[in-house]
């Protein structure tokens, strides 16, 4: 296994559209989380997986936001009616979580998305 | 509230000299501290990371120092090499207690490491 994908690496839409993100895990990973990160801040958390399970929501993720991990493994991003505020770079990142294993989170390079 | 941050925005340093970079916390129930390193157009590597319980964790050219009554850490690169220019950002999670885990990420300290 080579580490966290994700897809596209970059997207361009027009505003009102709707897209999609896509995330491959590091395979044995059970947690999964969402960043997004803008011009000269640090990543900002979106959203996070337990398997299947979406556990936790930021506020920053609006009712046009919505992620699912339907099997436990890879997972998407969806964001109806983009907003040029929108526009950020969408990280993903995998953890295993269990008994005596730290939290070290590992990213994939992410999806850089301009809404015009 | 900014509950992690690097209040340095920039560093620049000799090569095979001593990097520094500087955290502050707010939230005295993070329990782990990580370091990520990014280049442009990549998504963040994890560098190091410290458990509370820990005062130092030392990795190869990186150490990591927390300092909890004063809520700091740092982080130290010795030498420094021109590879190590990227942002570096300071990150903190509650890791216990039925936490989601979630990073609280700094804004980041850009490092150049001159030749």
């Not at chain 1, 046009?64 to 969806?78: D, I, N, Q, V, Y």
């Not at chain 1, 990280?91 to 070290?104: D, H, I, K």
Request: glycine content about 8%; proline content about 5%.
């Amino acid at each position: 296994d080579t580490g966290v994908s994700q897809d596209p690496r970059h997207k361009i839409t027009k505003r009102g559209q709707n897209v999609t993100f896509r995330c491959d895990p590091i395979s044995e990973h059970n947690r999964l989380y969402w960043y997004r990160q803008t011009l000269g801040q640090g990543p900002e958390f979106l959203t996070y997986f337990q398997n299947e399970a979406q556990l936790e929501k930021s506020r920053l993720l609006s009712d046009r936001f919505s992620a699912e991990r339907p099997k436990g493994s890879f997972s998407t991003l969806e964001i109806q009616r983009t907003e040029q505020g929108d526009s950020a770079m969408y990280l993903c990142a995998s953890s295993l979580r269990g008994a005596g294993v730290t939290n070290e989170q590992f990213f994939g390079p992410g999806t850089r998305l301009t809404v015009l | 509230d900014q509950q992690v941050k690097q209040n340095s925005p920039s560093l620049s340093v000799q090569e095979g000299r001593i990097s520094i970079l500087n955290c502050d916390y707010t939230n005295s129930m993070f329990d782990y501290f990580l370091w990520y390193k990014k280049y442009p157009a990549e998504g963040p590597t994890f560098l190091i990371s410290i458990s509370s319980i820990k005062d130092k964790n030392e990795d190869g050219r990186f150490t990591v120092f927390l300092n909890k009554s004063a809520k700091h850490l740092s982080l130290h690169i010795v030498p420094s090499q021109p590879g190590d220019s990227a942002v570096y950002f300071c990150a903190a999670s509650m890791n216990y207690g039925g936490s989601q885990g979630n990073l609280i990420f700094g804004k980041g300290t850009k490092l150049s490491v001159k030749p």
